[in-house]
């Protein structure tokens, strides 16, 4: 890929907030782009997974945008929507750091390519390997190029790495539960990320599935323009008083933490977050918008049947916390117990549309080669960035930092390790 073999000291796979977060910092930290590391995004231009979203998403509707390094957002008119607010910022970013990002490129798979490289340092423990059965320093992989196997216009392209910093983010991995008879379900089925605007779904009857913020803010959306919404939660509303502050993040963060280091698939973070009770909300529940009638575990040709056994079912599994049945939200208390409702008998439920706004899950299938996975399925990560089993591979937006604040946080800590694991003489400038 390079002229006379030489490798790449770096490839950032993916340019949303965690890898142009990243980017910045190797940059910021002597590496050149384009000279030293490649930042590869598999989109047509800037934006990450926010320019995909949804137009009634503006920056006022979303949670919280966070500023990059080095150069802040401002204050963008609030009605504007954040696709292309976002998007602008980006791509401002990479101009301004001149970080030459490299698009549309999509990484298939990363691999080990048995080829000899400059070993990293991995000089202090807390940046050793942990992976069990690959002991200290020995059997640690951290001597040979990765080898980043791409795809630019329709040609394979393969670039050699010393390191990889994987922020690839979710979008790209829209999760849809499994739910007998769903495949023959004669309407239309989509997901968050298929979303564009409620007048796509005028006068249909619309089965919105899920507890987060998305199905939340579709159902408001939907219920003026559809013939008939249904919300489908296996759990109690989730309304939350919790007020969103940094002691609150923190403590997200920490949960989440928790399971990634021991090598769990992190929780997903709209279910850990909550809804909160803001007035427009509340007005949803008393106009029966906002309700859930429970879960179904069935669906037909032309509808659902909701099913008191999908909730009492999904609780003998674990699925649903000690307190959902008694409508306690898991939480030891139902903070609106007008927004739970589910039919205390089977009942089928006619419908156009299910949306499923069940969420994403993390865009990995490219890193596979590598068997990073742990048998319980996550990834063990021995820091928030840096993944246990393999000491060239660092992964942002993972799991704790799947939020705009985290995956910055992330990117920068992920540049600064990385720079260190490379050791001096990656730095030539
Ligand atoms: P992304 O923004 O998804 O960027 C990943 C990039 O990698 C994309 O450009 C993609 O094209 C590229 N890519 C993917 N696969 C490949 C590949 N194989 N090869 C090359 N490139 C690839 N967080 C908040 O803090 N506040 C919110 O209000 C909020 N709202 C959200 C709403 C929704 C519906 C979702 C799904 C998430 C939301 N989040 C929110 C979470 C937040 O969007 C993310 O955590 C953060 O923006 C993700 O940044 P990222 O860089 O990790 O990923």
């Known amino acids: 890929e390079r002229a006379g073999g030489e490798g790449w000291q770096a490839v950032v796979i993916g340019a949303g907030?965690?890898?142009?977060?990243?980017?910045?910092?190797?940059?910021?930290?002597?590496?050149?782009?384009?000279?030293?590391f490649a930042v590869l995004d598999a989109s047509p231009g800037p934006g990450g997974a926010w320019r995909e979203r949804w137009d009634s998403l503006t920056l006022g509707r979303a949670h919280r945008v966070a500023d990059l390094p080095g150069l802040p957002l401002g204050s963008p008119d609030p009605r504007a929507p954040a696709s292309r607010v976002v998007s602008d910022y980006y791509d401002r970013y990479e101009r301004v750091f001149d970080?030459?990002?490299?698009?549309?490129?999509?990484?298939?798979?990363?691999?080990?390519?048995?080829?000899?490289?400059?070993?990293?340092?991995?000089?202090?423990?807390?940046?050793r390997s942990r992976a069990p059965g690959q002991?200290?320093?020995?059997?640690?992989?951290?001597?040979?190029?990765?080898?980043?196997?791409?795809e630019a216009a329709g040609r394979p392209r393969t670039l050699l790495a010393r390191m990889v910093i994987s922020a690839t983010g979710t979008w790209t991995h829209p999760y849809v539960p499994w739910v007998p008879g769903a495949p023959g379900f004669r309407g239309r089925q989509m997901h968050t990320a298929g979303y564009r605007r409620a007048e796509d779904l005028a006068g249909a009857r619309v089965v919105v599935v899920g507890g987060g913020l998305s199905a939340v803010q579709f159902l408001l959306e939907l219920a003026p323009v559809a013939a008939s919404t249904t919300w489908a939660t296996r759990r109690p509303p989730n309304f939350t008083r919790a007020a969103f502050d940094e002691q609150w993040g923190a403590e997200v963060e920490r949960a989440v933490d928790r399971r990634t280091a021991s090598g769990t698939p992190p929780a997903s973070v709209v279910r850990t977050t909550g809804i909160p009770l803001l007035p427009e909300y509340l007005r949803g529940v008393r106009e029966g918008v906002l309700v859930s009638r429970g879960m179904f575990d069935r669906v037909g040709l032309e509808g659902v049947r909701f099913s008191p056994d999908a909730l009492t079912g999904e609780?003998?599994?674990?699925?649903?916390?000690?307190?959902?049945?008694?409508?306690?939200?898991?939480?030891?208390?139902?903070?609106?117990?007008?927004?739970?409702?589910p039919f205390e008998e089977p009942t089928w439920v006619?419908?156009?549309?299910?949306?499923?706004?069940?969420?994403?899950?993390?865009?990995?299938?490219?890193?596979?080669?590598?068997?990073?996975?742990?048998?319980g399925g996550g990834i063990q990560m021995s820091s928030r960035v840096a993944v246990a089993r393999d000491p060239r591979v660092l992964?942002?937006?993972?799991?704790?930092?799947a939020s705009t604040l985290g995956a910055t946080r992330a990117g920068r800590e992920a540049g600064r390790v990385a720079v260190e694991r490379l050791g001096p003489a990656a730095r030539r400038r």
């Open 350 to 375: 006619e419908a156009d549309v299910l949306f499923w706004n069940t969420g994403f899950r993390h865009a990995l299938t490219h890193l596979a080669p590598l068997r990073l996975r742990e048998p």
């Open 395 to 401: 992964m942002v937006g993972y799991g704790s930092s």
């Open 17 to 36: 907030q965690a890898g142009l977060a990243a980017a910045h910092e190797l940059a910021r930290r002597g590496l050149r782009p384009s000279e030293d």
């Open 315 to 341: 609780q003998a599994r674990g699925g649903l916390g000690p307190s959902a049945r008694d409508g306690s939200g898991g939480a030891g208390e139902l903070v609106v117990p007008e927004s739970w409702r």
């Open 99 to 127: 970080l030459r990002v490299q698009r549309p490129v999509r990484v298939r798979a990363v691999r080990a390519s048995g080829l000899a490289a400059p070993a990293l340092r991995l000089g202090r423990p807390s940046l």
């Open 135 to 150: 002991t200290g320093e020995s059997g640690v992989p951290r001597d040979t190029w990765l080898a980043v196997e791409a």
